[in-house]
């Protein structure tokens, strides 16, 4: 199958930037997805962006993809405490004559004052 | 709103009971899935329908069944429990397979 990685955790201070990595290996999708999972909560769209394109801003978030590395990042200006929570990056990937999300493990970004 | 809507929030069921997880949405899209979360893991696709076609992922257990009566709903069986399926079951939607999808809070099985 299809994977996409990322590291685990992520600890930054109230007010930095936070940059959250990811790398996958379906060159073939046509965008890439930004979830976040606060705890005890399902999964939310963040945002996303299309594989024709190498950045995207929204607000205090910035997604930067390099398709020639299947690079994907994700960075949080002014990180707040309320940003606490798992971040998982996901792409469409081809099985069976479907496309099925695929997600990394998550990335636990952890804010401190 | 527009929603997915999970139920119950938390289930515990005893060894090889068996036990339903329900998943409504009114969101009225094409696709639901049904995904299993253990801690630190990313969440694993157990089924997905498109319309009422079933997609059983290769590897899910036999244990495992889904039923989608009508757009709106969809179950989760489990028929007989084991401690390891202990974890946090998601449904989510979604218009088209591979389109952004909208979960539901989930459902946190306990199993003793």
């Known amino acids: 199958g299809e994977d996409v990685e990322q590291s685990l955790f992520l600890s930054v201070r109230e007010g930095d930037s936070s940059v959250i990595n990811c790398t996958y290996t379906?060159?073939?999708?046509?965008?890439l997805y930004w979830y976040k999972q606060e705890p005890g909560a399902g999964l939310q769209l963040l945002t996303y962006?299309?594989?024709?394109?190498d950045m995207k801003q929204d607000q205090r978030l910035t997604v930067l993809l390099n398709k020639k590395d299947k690079h994907l990042s994700l960075r949080i200006a002014d990180t707040q405490t309320g940003d606490s929570a798992i971040y998982f990056c996901?792409?469409?990937?081809?099985?069976?004559?479907?496309?099925?999300?695929?997600f990394g493990r998550g990335t636990s970004l952890i804010v401190h004052p | 709103d527009a929603m997915v809507i999970q139920n119950p929030r938390y289930q515990v069921t005893q060894f090889g009971k068996p036990v339903t997880l329900s998943c409504s949405q009114t969101?009225?899209?094409?696709?639901m899935y049904w995904y299993q979360q253990k801690s630190s893991q990313a969440p694993k696709l157990l089924f997905h329908?498109?319309?009422?076609?079933?997609?059983n992922e290769a590897d899910t257990p036999d244990n495992f069944q889904s039923r989608r009566p009508n757009t709106s709903f969809c179950f989760l069986d489990i028929r007989s429990p084991g401690l390891g399926d202990a974890a946090m079951y998601l449904c989510?939607?979604?218009?088209?397979?591979?389109?952004?999808?909208?979960f539901g809070p989930g459902t946190r099985l306990t199993v003793t």
């Open positions: 989510a939607t979604s218009t088209y397979q591979g389109n952004e999808q909208y």
């Open positions: 379906d060159s073939s999708s046509t965008y």
């Open positions: 962006i299309f594989s024709n394109m």
């Open positions: 996901a792409e469409p990937s081809a099985s069976g004559g479907s496309y099925i999300p695929t």
């Open positions: 969101l009225n899209h094409n696709v």
């Open positions: 329908y498109y319309d009422k076609d079933f997609n």
